[in-house]
């Protein structure tokens, strides 16, 4: 059945971007430059032209501030230690409700069970996830039948042969140094 679904523009969404390195600064920068009010967190402070900075665990502009003021989440952190199980029942619940979740970093940064249980309970309006704790995600997973989970194969970006070759070149005279 056809059905019309409307997106938010920029001035109805605020995002928000678990990560400020090379990925998470590039998206913060392109999306500010479209008009979307953008903040981003990482563990130590970094300045992006345009965009919001949190930091840090704690305080006025650590994670949980940072996470209550997010209509869209993008999860593009490293998996470390400390980031492993970090979207967890309580972090994901900090998230207004009705927001959404874009996970294209690590599948272990989701505790999938407390995020089912959020969808659920129609706290979180969906999720877009390119990445899994076990990959490929087994056919048994209730991520591909639940109705507000989007499901992408890994493929948040693919190769370009012509430039991949040389950075695999590159890699490659790197190691043999």
């Known amino acids: 059945r056809w ?6 523009g920029p001035e109805d969404c605020r995002v928000g971007i678990l990560g400020a390195g090379v990925l998470g600064g590039d998206a913060a920068r392109r999306l500010a430059g479209l008009g ?29 501030a940072f996470l209550a003021r997010a209509d869209v989440l993008v999860c593009l952190l490293p998996l470390t ?4 199980s970090l979207l967890d029942r309580r972090r994901l619940g900090c998230l207004p409700r009705g927001a959404a979740l874009i996970n294209s970093a ?27 704790r076990t990959e490929p995600l ?20 693919r190769t370009n ?12 005279r790197r190691v043999c140094r």
């Open 138 to 157: 087994p056919a048994e997973h209730p991520y591909w039948s639940h109705p507000k989970v989007f499901v992408t194969p890994h493929v948040a970006a």
């Open 106 to 132: 690590r599948g272990p940064h989701i505790v999938d069970a407390d995020l089912l249980a959020l969808l659920d309970s129609g706290h979180l309006r969906g999720a877009a996830l390119d990445v899994f």
């Open 161 to 172: 042969p012509p430039t991949a070759v040389e950075l695999v070149l590159e890699n490659y």
């Open 3 to 8: 059905q019309e679904h409307l997106s938010p």
């Open 81 to 84: 230690a400390e980031t492993e």
């Open 36 to 64: 979307y009010p953008v903040a981003v967190w990482s563990r130590t402070e970094k300045r992006i032209e345009g965009v919001e900075s949190y930091c840090g665990m704690d305080g006025p502009r650590g994670l949980d």
